[in-house]
């Protein structure tokens, strides 16, 4: 049993490490390599939805870590880590909206793109992007103040740090739920709208086709990824019904499933796919994971 529990530890604590090494180490030192990837709008996005991800990875294997030693954080500590986790999250489905964006002014607009989509520009949306992410955070940290936590004998938590554990009033949840669905059917619109424009210019005859159908494959690739990032954001309703089994074991083993392949591995095939993708991108990210993953002295 001992033995077991320790090669399921070791084996999730592996699988989770991985992501976040594909996405933290590979992918953002890819993108960081070349003027050519740093100074593109496009890729500078990626870079963005790259970053957020990693950063999501990076606190849930923290907490994940937590959870293995049995160490409960104070109440406080656990909301700095999730708010930090959920703020990062809702950065991946903003940046898709800017990113099919771009490709829809790149076909519709093309003589105004290098006008319109410029270094500086991209910078300010990524910016805009971290502030509307920062503003609803703002709005679910005073619906968690207000809990009447001096009544609590201690700040102390008798329970794992997760989200969940800090839904702690009815306002919290109806709010979360709200903002994440208002922010997913958001995104998707624009996408789906980028995605009609671009067929739209694709039919006529003064369009260039190899360039739309490009956008059209992208604004598709999109739609997975924000599909990939809606499956990231199930791991609530996933935990609850995990819960509802009353064996704490088998609970336990399966909430570290579900948080490693439903909240974690999207959040890497995310960007993993847009990077493969890329015919630009494809060849120096093919490379790196050769190298990574393999450990292969015959790559370059």
């Not at 624009?190 to 003064?206: L, P, Q, T």
């Amino acid at each position: 049993m001992i033995t077991f529990r320790f090669a399921f530890v070791v084996l999730t604590n592996l699988v989770s490490l991985m992501f976040l090494v594909i996405n933290a180490s590979i992918i953002i030192h890819t993108l960081c390599s070349r003027p050519a990837f740093r100074e593109s709008p496009r890729y500078m996005l990626l870079l963005n939805l790259v970053v957020g991800d990693s950063i999501v990875l990076f606190m849930g294997q923290l907490l994940y870590i937590h959870a293995i030693i049995n160490l409960n954080l104070s109440y406080p500590l656990c909301g700095l880590f999730v708010m930090i986790s959920y703020l990062c999250s809702q950065i991946a489905p903003l940046t898709l909206t800017v990113m099919s964006t771009e490709r829809y002014i790149a076909v519709c607009f093309p003589f105004h793109h290098p006008t319109i989509v410029t270094t500086r520009n991209t910078a300010f949306a990524v910016l805009c992007v971290w502030v509307l992410g920062g503003v609803d955070i703002f709005v679910q940290v005073l619906l968690l103040l207000e809990f009447p936590f001096h009544l609590l004998p201690s700040l102390q938590m008798n329970t794992y740090c997760m989200s969940t554990a800090l839904l702690l009033g009815p306002r919290s949840n109806v709010y979360k739920t709200i903002s994440t669905v208002v922010l997913f059917l958001f995104s998707g619109l624009v996408i789906a709208s980028c995605f009609i424009g671009v067929m739209v210019v694709a039919i006529s005859a003064s369009t260039d086709k190899v360039s739309a159908d490009k956008a059209r494959n992208t604004l598709l690739l999109h739609t997975f990824q924000l599909s990939l990032n809606l499956l990231s954001t199930m791991g609530q309703p996933f935990y609850t019904s995990v819960a509802a089994l009353g064996d704490p074991v088998l609970t336990g083993r399966l909430i570290v499933v579900v948080h490693v392949f439903v909240v974690m591995m999207p959040r890497c095939l995310s960007a993993l796919t847009y990077g493969l993708k890329d015919p630009s991108l494809r060849p120096v990210l093919v490379s790196r994971l050769c190298c990574h993953l393999q450990a292969s002295e015959t790559c370059v």
